[in-house]
C-alpha cells in the first residue's frame, strides 16, 4: 500500500501550519484526520487520555505541538506522544521543531528515538504571526513590541512549511531528514515590520523593548501571563544572531523558490486584516 492511501493525522490542524498541511494532503487525496480539541474524536495535548483514539487507524502524523515545541515540558510530552503513536502503529512522524531552540532540539531527539520513520521540519519566526496572531492586534496599532533587538530573521512562510511538511507525509527519500525550512532573504523586525507599513500603506513601526515589557504589554491584552513568560523566554534564547542564515531547503524539496517578505505583505494588507476597523484575529 502507498504512503498517500492511509490516514494522516494532523495535530493542531487548526493552526497557522496545520491547516494548511490538512488542505495539502487532501489536494493530493489522502483522508486526513485534524487534531484539535473540537474534533471528533478530540485532540489534546494537556489531556493524553485523548491520544489513542485520536491514532486508531492512523498510518502517519504531522506532529505541532502546542503552544509550543520550544516551551519548557514540550519534549517530554512529545516524547510520550511519539512512543504512544508507534503502539498504535503509525509508521511516519513529522515534527514540526524550532530552530534554534533547545527544548525544541530535545523534542527531536524523541521522535528519532520512538522507533518512527521520522523527519523533522524546523522552522524560524512563521511570518503569518504578523496577522494570524495577537500581532495582527499590534500591527492594526501602529506599533509592534518585540524583545527582538535588531537581529535578523529569514522569516518563514506557513505555506512553505505545510508544503515542506505535505512532501514529507506524502513522499519517499525524507526519513531521517531535517528540513531547515527558511525565507529567501534576511530581515530585521524594523524591516519586516517596514514592509507590512508599505504594504497597507499605514503607519506601523517596530519597537524593540525589553522582555519584562513585552509580557506586561501582551498579557494586558489577554494573553495568558505563562505563556507570554514562556514566549519572552524563547525570544530572549533564539534572538541572538543564531538563525541568522538562509537555507535552500524549500528549493531542494520543492523545486521552487520560498515565499518572500514582501509578497504575504501585499496579499495580506489586500485581505484588510490589518486595517484599523478589522476585529481581532484571535
Known amino acids: 500500500m502507498t504512503p498517500t492511501a492511509q490516514t494522516t493525522l494532523v495535530l493542531a490542524g487548526t493552526g497557522k501550519t496545520g491547516r494548511r498541511v490538512a488542505s495539502g494532503l487532501l489536494a493530493h487525496d489522502v483522508p486526513v484526520r485534524v487534531g484539535s480539541r473540537r ?45 504512544l503513536a508507534v503502539d498504535c502503529g503509525v509508521r511516519r512522524l513529522v515534527l514540526l521543531a524550532d530552530r534554534g ?94 514592509e507590512i507599513a508599505r504594504a497597507a500603506r499605514r503607519d ?18 489577554g494573553v495568558p501571563a505563562e505563556y507570554a513568560t514562556q514566549l519572552a523566554g524563547l525570544m530572549a534564547e533564539v534572538f541572538d544572531g543564531r538563525r541568522a542564515a538562509v537555507t535552500d531547503t524549500v528549493e531542494r524539496v520543492l523545486g521552487r523558490s520560498p515565499r518572500d517578505f514582501a509578497e504575504y505583505a501585499h496579499e495580506t494588507a489586500a485581505t484588510g486584516v490589518w486595517d484599523t476597523r478589522a476585529g481581532s484575529s484571535g
Open 39 to 83: 474534533a471528533d474524536p478530540p485532540f489534546d495535548w494537556q489531556d493524553d487520555t485523548t491520544w489513542e483514539p485520536a491514532l486508531h487507524g492512523i498510518d502517519a502524523a504531522y506532529v505541532a505541538f502546542y503552544p509550543d515545541a520550544a516551551f519548557p515540558g514540550a519534549a517530554a510530552t512529545v516524547g510520550s506522544f511519539a512512543d
Open 101 to 194: 531552540a533547545g527544548e525544541a532540539e530535545r523534542c527531536e531527539q524523541a521522535v528519532r528515538d520512538s522507533g518512527a520513520e521520522w523527519t523533522v521540519v524546523r522552522a524560524g519566526f512563521i511570518t503569518q504571526n504578523f496577522s494570524e496572531a495577537f500581532l495582527a492586534e499590534s500591527v492594526r496599532a501602529g506599533v509592534v513590541a518585540l524583545p527582538a533587538g535588531g537581529v535578523a530573521e529569514p522569516f518563514t512562510d506557513a505555506e512553505d512549511i505545510a508544503d515542506v511538511a505535505v512532501a514529507a507525509l506524502t513522499g519517499n527519500g525524507h526519513g531521517g531528514r531535517i528540513h531547515d525550512v527558511t525565507g529567501p532573504r534576511l530581515l530585521t523586525f524594523a524591516e519586516a515590520v517596514g
Open 204 to 221: 506601523v513601526r517596530y519597537m524593540p523593548v525589553t522582555p519584562e515589557h513585552f509580557i506586561s504589554s501582551v498579557t494586558a491584552r
